[in-house]
């Protein structure tokens, strides 16, 4: 099948690349190394070194295993680079990690805001152009998240929920109630992407992602030119990669508020999984097929007690400190997720344990050396008043 | 009061400024003229003329009323521009006019849809960022239309509907399905400033507009100089004003399909009324608060059956021509959608008559000669194909 990566440059994106071309797919890749430049830009990078550029990672995939990866450098927003790559490349599915992907980085102040709702919602609807108008039978994978839902007080449904008011039925969009401009962003997307799916027949899924950890997949381990990215810190970091590095640091895992915050969680390798799962399952057209993409449901403080124990068996001493809550979130609330979509779709999950800590224990400690601490306590706040002057 | 209008030169924007100024409330407009430019663009015109800049119509207001009307000619996605304009009015109300209006100009290819989503968030967002950073106690009265919910087959709630799931209850903002980009540009806005409400305390209120009909107000009335736009075009004209016009020029009344689509309607006076009972009456600190603003529902055969009446009281032999529908879009639906909070602040609507189409006939009778015809027919279509070659 030939596959477009959007975003191919990154945490998820790349090691997708890699999984399709193992598995005998044309693969391309683009990217336009926006969160490359976004870290540099606040002072932070990626503890795992990412050795070289998107063609020089694809030469080295060239060299390890035998097949090609295609690249373009360049940004989904010029209508005309999309339009081009549309027409030439010709996909099947096209998998969209390409956005802004970080909540405190969308929270900074109006230009972040800003980019991020511009950039996210005009690339996404340029591929949706681009599909449209030339490759109108390929089924576009979205890449949203969890956070779209918010914390309601009712069952969180795989994107749907079936409502009676008044005597008369109707299915809805599952409603979305986000707690970032980032995280709006992927409900403009899902929404753009939807009507494009009503009215031109496009076929879509939208993955609604939960938190992702871990460093390895099977082929990034292959060749440390081959590894991801991993990130840690308080604009790109989530939290079990960041409570990792700090365990390993010897820094208290920073629990913001109370800690009852819980979300849906997911391995790598599981990500991976689900994706192809969704590729080679694809929509129908026209419709906009929801998954909920996560295997299990942690709060932030049962992922801090998870790095601790796991820390005591690697000989760590491993403090839990909460501190206060930059966001603007409930720390105690009823949070309940369906997500057995892609369990029927054939998912096999990697569960979390400590077993899989302590080998992140491993890969972090060799790059240990490479810790920015000024960059892990958060310093984005989400509230009005921060610098702001009062009327 | 002071009262910032934005997209004070439009339909309702220049009105509602002068209503404003008349009840003896300090008034700013803004304006870009997209508007003016977009007709230019598109072959079409206002069929009332406008007399001069937004300069020229505030010191012909001056000059009528005695009362001054503040003028700033500049664009609100120039974040600089926006920031100044708040710093120095200090607003206590922000009456929010300024997007691009037009479904039909969102949906004719793929640079008028990015640009209609692109102007209408980023405005918003920096009119929210701008809230919060130098008028924070200031209240925006935001103008949605009631196309953003669609036409669903549930009866349609004022802003919020409460649901019970699972055996657990939620109140959630009431689902929106638009059928256009534009439209959804509606819907982003909406979720961002439910946002700014929720995180920064802003005061607003989203009024979810039904089409508006009519040509004068009380103020528009006094001088040439002072009238308002009036367009009947296939991209900014709406379904009574457009029949108006046809009626008026011999041309068969264009319904789009089998004319079962239904919506709320209401007169300009009451529009005017409407946004000023929001303003006296604001929103508290936080609150999202949603009135579907709109006094009667019609199909738009019924419209074409009163404006068909109407012509015959005035000696008009008008004819009822079904065309293909160029919308995707439900020709018979439910539609059901209440409208009692404005009611209840103390809106006294001004109910369409045949009276009142025969008083449009007059206006429209003076500026006859000003009809572009070739600008009637509907030129753009919703779905794929329309030129996109196959793949």
New interface residues.
Partial sequence: MRILILGGDGYLGWPTAMRFSAGGHEVHVVDNYLRRRAHEEVGTDTLVPILGSLPERAAAWKEVSGEGIGVTEGDLVD?DLTADLFRSF?PEAVVHYGEQPSAPYSMRD??H??FT??NN??NT??VL?AM??????SHLVKLGTMGEYGT????IEEGY?D?E??G???T??Y????GS?YH?SK??DS??IH?AC????IRATDLNQGVVYGIETEQTKLDDRLATRFDYDDVFGTALNRFCVQAMIGHPLTVYGKGGQTRGYLNILDTLQCVELAVLHPAERGEFRVFNQFTEQFSVMELAEIVQRAGKEHGLDVRIEPIDNPR?ELEEH?YNAKHTKLLDLGLQPHFLSETLVESMFGVIERHKDRVITGAILPRDR???GAG????
Same sequence: chains 1, 2.
């Fill in positions: 209508w010709r109006r230009d805001a800003v709702q511009q919602v005009v609807l340029n152009w449209r108008e030339f490759a109108p039978d309601p007080n009712i069952d929920l409502i008011h008044n008369r039925k109707e809805i969009l409603p979305k109630l986000p401009l709006l409900v403009h929404n753009n009507f009503r009215m031109w027949g603007i009823y989400w509230g009005a702001a002057p009062s009327s």
